[in-house]
Structure formats: structure tokens, C-alpha cells
């Protein structure tokens, strides 16, 4: 089955800097990865996505790049903000019908202001 | 409507209670889960369902019983929990596939379990 790692487990920056946190997986029939925040008491909520035949994707501040041949995936959030402090979750699934989802252990970034 | 809801917010119970948790969705998405998350951890599937039909059992003891009565509703009857089982609960749902539309997940607020 799926396999995901994701480091570092803790990452502390200053307001504005920019952050990074990869994740590789196992399975190379994995072709969707999401990234999630969650803010302490609150639901993982989706911030950004990539597919498999994409390579990067971004949304304003937060980037993701995608190196199938590595099997790695990374976030990158630029300008960060105090509320960018928060546990970030990348998961990888398939695309078959019925596959589960499978989350790395987690980041919790603090934005130092 | 891009809201998962999910019902009780808190439960508390004894070892020999039987409760329910129960989820719903409005999106249209025709695949819905169930997580347990423990605290500073992520969320571990427990079950999928996809169009109704129960599709991953990811080894969950017997006294987790999901339930899918229609595509908007899921439910989880406990029943003999353990104090391990305590965690928060979350549902959520998603197309069942890229070419559906994306499979986007959708949680909803999650029910926090405490099992005394």
C-alpha cells in the first residue's frame, strides 16, 4: 500500500519568509496529491492540489511542485503570515475507483511575527 | 452548498452505550469516509463508501459499524467503544474519481469522542 513521508515535522519562520515542506510517496500509481491545513480545533481544510500530469500548480501565496520520477511533492508558501501557523497534512491517492487517501504525519509551521 | 455537517459536535460514553454519529452532504459526491484523528496526528481512514456501496474497511474492529442510508448521509453506530477509542471523528466526501470531477475532499467539523 501507499506510503507517505513528509518532513520536517516542525518548522518555525519569520513573517515574510517563505516555507517548504515535502512529502515522497511509495506508490507510483498515485496521480492526485492534496495539501491540507488545520488550524488547532478545526477541520483539515484543502488549500491546494495537483495532479499527476501537472508538474506545479499555484494559488497566490502557496505553490506545490510535483517530480513524479522522485516521487516527491512539495509545498511552498511565500510572504508567510502569523495566520499561516497551522499543522499542514499532503496525502496521495489514485484515481482507481474506491482507492483511499493516505496523509503524512504532518508539519506544524509557526509564523514568528 | 460546499458544506459537510456532521452530528453530535461532543459525545461522551460509557463502554457499554451504543451511539451514532451521523454525517451529511449535499455536494452531489457519491464517495464519503470516515476518519478518526488523534491529537497531534493525521487523519486515519477508517471506511469509504462509494456510491452507496462500502468500498474500503481499512481493518476497523467490529464495534465501528458504518452505515450509508443514501448518497447524502453516512453514519457510524458505536457500540462496546474503549477509552483508546476516544479521538475526534471526521466525515468527509468527494467525487469518487478525477474524471468525476476531482477528488477534492470535503471534511466536515468532526465529532469530538470521549469514551469513559
Known amino acids: 500500500g501507499e506510503n507517505v513521508e513528509q518532513h520536517p515535522s516542525t518548522l518555525s519562520v519569520q513573517e515574510g519568509d517563505s516555507a517548504v515542506i515535502k512529502c515522497t510517496y511509495s506508490?507510483?500509481?498515485?496521480?492526485?496529491f492534496p495539501w491540507y491545513k488545520q488550524e488547532l480545533g478545526k477541520r483539515p481544510q484543502l488549500i491546494i492540489d495537483?495532479?499527476?500530469?501537472?508538474g506545479e500548480k499555484k494559488d497566490q501565496r502557496i505553490a506545490v511542485t510535483l517530480n513524479k520520477t522522485a516521487k516527491h511533492f512539495s509545498l511552498h508558501i511565500t510572504e508567510t503570515q502569523p495566520e499561516d501557523s497551522a499543522v499542514y497534512f499532503c496525502a496521495a491517492t489514485t484515481d482507481n475507483y474506491g482507492q483511499n487517501f493516505v496523509f503524512g504525519p504532518g508539519t506544524r509551521l509557526s509564523v514568528l511575527p | 452548498d460546499t458544506e459537510v455537517t456532521q452530528t453530535p459536535k461532543h459525545l461522551v460514553m460509557g463502554m457499554t452505550n451504543k451511539k451514532s454519529l451521523k454525517c451529511e452532504q449535499h455536494m452531489g459526491h457519491r464517495a464519503m469516509y470516515w476518519y478518526k484523528q488523534k491529537a497531534k496526528k493525521p487523519p486515519e481512514l477508517m471506511f469509504v463508501y462509494s456510491y452507496e456501496k462500502l468500498s474500503i474497511n481499512e481493518s476497523v474492529p467490529s464495534r465501528f459499524s458504518p452505515e450509508c442510508p443514501n448518497s447524502s448521509l453516512l453514519n457510524l453506530h458505536l457500540h462496546a467503544l474503549q477509552p483508546e477509542d476516544s479521538a475526534l471523528y471526521l466525515c468527509?466526501?468527494?467525487?469518487?474519481?478525477?474524471?468525476?470531477?476531482?477528488?477534492?475532499?470535503?471534511f466536515g467539523p468532526g465529532t469530538r469522542l470521549t469514551v469513559t
Open positions: 468527509a466526501s468527494s467525487q469518487v474519481s478525477l474524471r468525476a470531477g476531482g477528488r477534492e475532499q470535503y
Open positions: 506508490d507510483s500509481a498515485s496521480n492526485y
Open positions: 495537483i495532479r499527476s500530469n501537472v
